[in-house]
């Protein structure tokens, strides 16, 4: 990334630069390379008109390509509906509120249910388009056609109105076609394999918004990609980004305090496969997504992944009283699960559900995912409210859902990461249920909920922590699910942050404006003796380790481990933990909080470093020389509040032995946990101790300790030792 003499001296970066093995930035500098022509399989065709409607020369198009594709001499526009007895194309002038031309599609241009026309002599930066369709009206029977709504391209690569955050647009949404002619130059996916992965959960707008955030383009692609240096600097090397996909922040905007609410966190969608323009740092008329481009090929470069979280369970329209703007007017009785009246169903909480397994919303579906992956080149993806994707055309779960099925089989998606959050808005649960060919990993949930149980000292928990731990085999078994099925994590965008969890005993969502009534009641957290903000230094204290012990935790636990932004330096939302209409510094990332918390920081990037320096703490590793098995759990000696876990294994190379212990005291008092008894010539040293300010884990700082069968750990304490050669 081009290094600005603003960046180069970003002290988030700077922040974690204590040890020399950690790269000031990112190191290289790449020009950007912009292709002058576009080129298109379709260019070198020769195509010849054979009609004419409202003054321009028209054809039958590309049947086989949805959407609208520029090509030589014109623009190609298919659209398919079961229903429709007409379809007219829109164009407009850039923001115009009237169409200056209206062109039906000839009736015989209809083959099946799909209208395809190729219209020449338009040049794709001078016009904005929508679709008119006729046909009957019943809602009772899920038919809504009505001609006078105007409406979005279902397959829209960019959709117009919406570039300046927080600005209502107050016209319809129409769409704009995007010239695909990125330069890639010789990026390539990194591939990381799900073991080796640690995913780093952000917010493109919340991520640098604060004015602490110290780059170029606040809220945008490009600050994010400003902030690469950091992220590669703490180690991890995945970002899981909410959603991106176009969504409308100003829908159902409110006020409570004088403070507007949007819809900040987006979970709405608006168009499936068009990037969110208001997270562009200028507008991109005719190639929206390349600012998103350019933050990926950046990411590739550094050897860090891109995950998308996608919201494919339910659309922006709403439920009955919900606008009409694309896929209503399409095909409303195909789109979406209807009851016999012809009412929505409601699974994802959001007034409608996508009806999923329908063969056209399947496609649908495939073709956009297929579209993130080669156009954007995205790496994995994270499905919210997956349980919705399994259910049928009357909303019941689904033995085995076709649309699951062919994401898991699908060519183009063959490497690309699939993750489920198993659960919907309807309270369908399935942990342990995306079995797919093997191809699925899950948000474990309950790995969340029974360690936040467990880690603030519920009693008698320490064998279902131990299962979590070791990567939850009784939830996905390894013949079955391999062992990259559990992406483990404590927080995350949905609930309490970090320090929230340990900071507040109940939620705080009063400037939500709902009377505290929004949000999980179900928190597993704890105050510490004090609610919310205190200066009490042994709350403080106490605080900070259990932050400690949290992370340490998580990171050491067998899975994919996902950390939200912030967490590694103790981000705040003041006890809200369902944030998602606060576009203010609630949800904003205050990167000052780095600055104060180093220490903390600094002990979350060695706690990477190690887990990526330890191939044993993330699978089965060979064979151990000296007769440990691959895993081993040290039951308590008295009681149920301390446990122990011991990783060991033998490099590919049958050259080394490895050994890890992960030992945990939840207890208010001290605790024994015995130690597997150490070979001649060997020794435990102390990697980790979250007992002390720095976790014990500063370079230097590490000892070689003779343990007499066993260790007393501090109260509410984690402690991590490797096994060395003797002095």
Not at 407 to 432: F, H, M, N, R, S
Not at 475 to 497: K, L, M, Q, W
Not at 687 to 702: C, H, L, M, V
Request: glycine share 10%.
């Amino acid at each position: 990334m081009p290094q600005t003499k603003k960046n180069r001296k970003d002290p988030s970066v700077r922040a974690l630069q204590k040890f020399r093995d950690l790269p000031e930035s990112s190191g290289r500098k790449q020009e950007e390379k912009w292709e002058s022509t576009w080129y298109s399989e379709f260019q070198s065709v020769r195509l010849v008109a054979m009609d004419e409607a409202a003054g321009y020369k028209i054809r039958p198009g590309l049947y086989g390509v949805n959407g609208a594709l520029p090509l030589r001499g014109g623009v190609n526009f298919t659209v398919h509906s079961s229903g429709a007895t007409g379809v007219t194309l829109l164009l407009f002038r850039r923001e115009a509120r009237e169409p200056y031309a209206k062109i039906p599609f000839p009736k015989h241009y209809r083959i099946g249910h799909v209208w395809s026309m190729l219209v020449f002599g338009l040049d794709i930066e001078e016009f904005e388009y929508a679709y008119s369709l006729d046909g009957p009206w019943d809602p009772k029977e899920g038919l809504r056609f009505d001609p006078g709504n105007i409406l979005l391209d279902p397959y829209a690569r960019a959709v117009t109105g919406q570039s300046v955050w927080g600005v209502k647009n107050d016209q319809f949404y129409k769409a704009r076609v995007v010239r695909n002619d990125f330069d890639w130059g010789k990026e390539t996916r990194p591939l990381i394999p799900m073991e080796d992965l640690v995913i780093y959960e952000l917010h493109v707008r919340g991520f640098t918004r604060h004015a602490s955030s110290w780059v170029d383009h606040p809220g945008t692609f490009l600050g994010l990609m400003e902030k690469i240096p950091y992220l590669k600097a703490l180690g991890v090397n995945a970002v899981e980004l909410m959603p991106v996909f176009e969504f409308d922040e100003t829908a159902e905007m409110r006020e409570y305090g004088g403070k507007p609410l949007y819809n900040y966190w987006g979970y709405s969608t608006v168009s499936f496969f068009a990037p969110n323009t208001s997270y562009s740092a200028e507008k991109e008329f005719n190639r929206e997504g390349d600012e998103m481009k350019r933050l990926i090929r950046e990411l590739h470069r550094n050897g860090i992944e891109c995950i998308l979280d996608v919201v494919l369970n339910h659309t922006a329209e709403g439920g009955e009283a919900g606008p009409v703007f694309s896929f209503k007017g399409f095909d409303n009785q195909i789109y979406y699960l209807l009851t016999p009246e012809g009412d929505y169903y409601n699974f994802s909480g959001c007034g409608n559900t996508m009806n999923c397994n329908h063969p056209v919303v399947q496609d649908l579906i495939l073709d956009c995912l297929r579209y993130w992956t080669t156009a954007y080149h995205v790496d994995g993806f994270r499905f919210d409210l997956a349980s919705i994707l399994g259910r049928d055309e009357e909303g019941n779960p689904m033995k085995n859902p076709p649309l699951l099925e062919r994401l898991a089989c699908d060519p183009v998606l063959g490497d690309t990461k699939l993750i489920a959050e198993a659960w919907d808005a309807a309270g369908l649960y399935q942990i342990g249920g995306f079995t797919y060919r093997g191809r699925w990993a899950e948000w474990n949930g309950r790995y969340r909920d029974e360690l936040r149980d467990f880690l603030k000292g519920d009693f008698g928990l320490w064998r279902s922590a131990a299962e979590r731990i070791t990567g939850s085999r009784d939830i996905y078994h390894p013949e079955v699910r391999g062992r990259n099925a559990s992406v483990n994590f404590i927080t995350c965008h949905d609930g309490f942050t970090l320090n929230d969890l340990y900071s507040y005993s109940r939620k705080h969502n009063e400037e939500n404006g709902w009377d505290n009534t929004d949000g999980t009641d179900d928190n597993r957290s704890w105050n510490c003796g004090a609610e919310g903000e205190t200066e009490d230094p042994e709350i403080l204290a106490l605080r900070r380790k259990l932050c400690r012990n949290a992370l340490a935790v998580l990171i050491f636990s067998r899975g994919t481990p996902m950390l939200l932004a912030g967490d590694e330096f103790l981000n705040s939302q003041g006890g809200n933990n369902n944030a998602y209409c606060q576009d203010n510094e609630t949800s904003w990332l205050n990167w000052d909080e780095l600055l104060k918390n180093r220490a903390f920081a600094l002990f979350v990037q060695q706690l990477i470093h190690f887990r990526r320096m330890h191939p044993v703490l993330r699978k089965p590793w060979g064979t151990c020389s000296f007769g440990l098995p691959e895993l081993l759990v040290l039951e308590p000696a008295g009681g149920s509040r301390a446990m122990g876990i011991v990783y060991a294994g033998r490099n590919e190379k049958q050259t080394a032995d490895d050994c890890i212990a992960l030992l945990i005291n939840v207890y208010w008092e001290e605790q024994w946990v015995g130690l597997p008894p150490v070979p001649r010539g060997k020794t435990w040293r102390v990697e980790a101790d979250t007992s002390e300010e720095d976790g014990g884990i500063q370079r230097g700082r590490k000892k070689a300790r003779s343990f007499d069968g066993g260790v007393l750990l501090k109260p509410r304490s984690v402690m991590v030792l490797s096994m060395q050669e003797s002095d």
